[in-house]
């Protein structure tokens, strides 16, 4: 069965440090992955999105995210976070399902930024 | 535009209590999506659509009832509402299904059942 997990459910750092957010993924097939954003009483916006060719994909706000396929991940990274970066984030597979484009999410990391 | 809007942003209901969330896009996205958001668990789909007039269920539909009967518009309702139906509720859409078309998703609803 699909699956997407996301081993830690918070991280803090300082303002300034660099970020790595981990993803990993369950799925037999090549997998189309997301990032989303929550920010505290907001929905979700969508950060940036793997579908094929270069593994290493930019995103919005600075973000990226690099796609290994040996080793099932897709982790999020930022070299330097800003105060506003401090959210949920949460990473999905896509998965094209009985006619539809299924979204399977994570738990979600909760990001708290240190000044 | 307006993208995902959602009616309302937070409701209390007593066990047993009916209620219905709108959702409303005007993106003229053919796709729209009902999740619900609990702590630990990511998003779960309980119910979409591909299309006005279309519906299917979800990976957690029971307990709940949803209608498309205008393309902007896909309602969620709650019959006898639950405490164990006490979640943020996420409403989304997207253009197509193919080609893993982005989902936009709108502000939540905070929805208690005490």
């Known amino acids: 069965a699909q699956s997407v997990t996301q081993p830690d459910i918070h991280i803090t750092v300082s303002e300034g440090a660099s970020l790595e957010l981990r993803c990993n993924y369950s799925?037999?097939?090549?997998?189309?992955l997301f990032w989303y954003v929550q920010s505290p009483g907001q929905g979700l916006q969508l950060l940036l999105k793997?579908?094929?060719?270069?593994?290493l994909v930019q995103g919005i706000k600075g973000f990226e995210a690099e796609f290994k396929r040996s080793q099932s991940s897709f982790n999020l990274r930022k070299p330097s976070v800003h105060w506003s970066d401090a959210a949920e984030y949460f990473c999905a597979v896509g998965v094209f399902s009985g006619g539809y484009n299924k979204l399977i999410f994570g738990a979600g990391t909760r990001l708290a930024v240190h000044p | 535009n307006a993208g995902v809007t959602q009616t309302p942003k937070f409701r209390v209901l007593k066990t047993g209590q009916s209620m219905t969330l709108l959702c409303a896009q005007d993106m003229n996205h053919e796709y729209m999506y009902w999740y619900r958001q609990d702590p630990g668990m990511g998003l779960r789909l309980i119910h979409y659509s591909v299309g006005e007039g279309t519906t299917a269920k979800g990976e957690v539909p029971d307990g709940y009832n949803v209608s498309r009967l205008k393309k902007q518009n896909f309602l969620l309702g709650l019959e006898s509402a639950a405490p164990s139906q006490t979640s943020v509720y996420f409403c989304?859409?997207?253009?197509?299904?193919?080609?893993?078309?982005?989902?936009?998703f709108g502000p939540g609803t905070r929805l208690l059942v005490l």
């Open positions: 799925y037999g097939a090549t997998p189309y």
């Open positions: 793997y579908f094929s060719g270069d593994t």
């Open positions: 989304a859409s997207s253009y197509s299904s193919e080609d893993q078309e982005t989902q936009y």
